[in-house]
């Protein structure tokens, strides 16, 4: 229990630091910083829609965890989704509404690894579909696939596509983690000269 609580603590904090292992002590993400922007779903919609979406792949009540006198405006919460799976989220403080979603899978050992994995892939695929609309399930895996591939055996891996930052951060053994976040967009330097 105390160490899915560390995990989904850490989660993508962990996975920015420059050094050091993927669920070292919390370091700084850009999610956490003041101003940072949030998705237009709280996490009570965020898990209503999750779950009418994707029937096999139950979603239960995500928890605040205590301890976050470190960010005033941030909550983090956890869902437990079995014994090597959770769900993670950092949250606007007063709205809930979600800055950063994260899916962690602990990997076991002895013939239930290749379908705890199976699992764990099916859940951060649909993460990706909530917040990516009009993507399918298939181009959710191959999507999912690639980003898994190029942050192999990484520490810490982003790719921004539009408003979407999605995270890797493959610990090997230690474990793997798969997250969603907003990013603000800015117009190029080229867009605002000419809009002078």
């Avoid at 237009?40 to 239960?60: G, H, M, V, W, Y």
């Avoid at 909550?75 to 800055?99: D, V």
Wanted: proline share 5%; net charge positive.
């Amino acid at each position: 229990m105390k160490r899915w609580i560390a995990l989904c603590l850490t989660g993508v904090t962990a996975l920015a630091a420059s050094s050091g292992p993927v669920f070292a002590a919390p370091a700084t993400a850009s999610y956490l910083l003041s101003g940072a922007p949030a998705f237009d779903l709280s996490i009570s919609q965020f898990r209503e829609k999750f779950n009418a979406e994707n029937p096999t792949l139950p979603l239960n009540e995500f928890h605040a965890i205590s301890g976050n006198s470190d960010r005033v405006n941030l909550t983090r919460a956890a869902s437990k989704i079995s014994e090597n799976l959770y769900a993670s989220t950092a949250l606007e403080r007063g709205t809930l509404k979600i800055k950063s979603m994260q899916i962690t899978w602990l990997p076991i050992q002895g013939p239930e690894q290749k379908a705890a994995r199976a699992k764990a892939l099916e859940y951060m695929s649909a993460t990706l579909r909530i917040f990516t609309p009009g993507i399918t399930k298939a181009q959710s895996s191959q999507k999912l696939q690639k980003l898994l591939a190029a942050g192999k055996n990484r520490r810490y891996y982003a790719n921004t596509e539009g408003a979407l930052r999605y995270v890797v951060a493959d610990g090997g053994d230690k474990g793997l983690t798969f997250a969603v976040e907003p990013i603000k967009l800015a117009l190029s330097e080229t867009l605002e000269e000419s809009n002078k």
